[in-house]
Nanobody, 127 residues
Framework: QVQLVESGGGLVQAGGSLRLDCAASGRSFRNSAMAWFRQAPGKEREIVTAISWSGDTTYYADSVEGRFTTSRDNAKNSVYLQMNSLKPEDTAVYYC????????????????????WGRGTQVTVSS
C-alpha cells in the first residue's frame, strides 16, 4: 500500500519557523516529482513548492519564495519543507504529493498532475 505521511505541523507565532516532513512508503519515489500543496478554509488547494526527482529543479509559489525551502532525500524516500518567516496567511492544511514518474527536471504545479497524496498536516500561524 502506497502511503505519504506528513508530519511537523503545528501552531507557531508569526515570524517563526516549522519544518514539515513527508515520508513515503509502499514504493520508491526516486523517479517521481514531489510537491507540497496547501489548502486554507474556503479556498482551493494551491501549489506551495515542487521538486524534480533529481532534486536539481524546484518551483516555489510567489507567496513563499525566499521564505520556504524544499529538499528531498531519495535514499529515505522523503521530501521536506522548511518554512521560515511564517505569516498568518500561511495558515492551511499542507499536503505532500508525488507523481507516478517524470522526467529529470520536471516540476508539475497542478494538483491533477499528482497521483499520490498524504492526508495533510495543519499549520497555524498566529499573529
Amino acid at each position: 500500500q502506497v502511503q505519504l505521511v506528513e508530519s511537523g505541523g503545528g501552531l507557531v507565532q508569526a515570524g517563526g519557523s516549522l519544518r514539515l516532513d513527508c515520508a513515503a512508503s509502499g514504493r520508491s519515489f526516486r523517479n517521481s516529482a514531489m510537491a507540497w500543496f496547501r489548502q486554507a478554509p474556503g479556498k482551493e488547494r494551491e501549489i506551495v513548492t515542487a521538486i524534480s526527482w533529481s532534486g536539481d529543479t524546484t518551483y516555489y509559489a510567489d507567496s513563499v519564495e525566499g521564505r520556504f525551502t524544499t529538499s528531498r532525500d531519495n535514499a529515505k524516500n522523503s521530501v521536506y519543507l522548511q518554512m521560515n518567516s511564517l505569516k498568518p496567511e500561511d495558515t492551511a492544511v499542507y499536503y505532500c504529493a508525488a507523481d507516478q514518474a517524470s522526467s529529470y527536471s520536471y516540476t508539475p504545479t497542478r494538483p491533477l498532475q499528482y497521483d499520490y497524496w498524504g492526508r495533510g498536516t495543519q499549520v497555524t500561524v498566529s499573529s
